[in-house]
């Protein structure tokens, strides 16, 4: 299993980047602990798609254009 890293870029809303696929993850959870556990378990559940960094990139910004 690759290592892979939740970092977290922005606190408010919160958004987290998997490191290793370039996964976002964003919630607007308060208090920001409750958001921290969200994104975190989404992270933990989240399966890395390296493959395909454009693609995956188009299908980030098709999401948060919905969010
Ligand atoms: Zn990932």
Request: some cysteine.
């Amino acid at each position: 299993m690759a290592k892979r890293n939740l970092r977290i870029v922005r606190d408010h809303p919160l958004l987290g980047i998997c490191e290793y696929c370039n996964m976002q993850f964003s919630c607007g959870l308060m208090p920001i602990e409750a958001a921290k556990d969200d994104i975190q378990e989404r992270f933990n559940a989240h399966e890395c798609e390296q493959q395909d960094f454009a693609q995956d990139a188009a299908r980030i910004t098709k999401k948060a254009t919905k969010d």
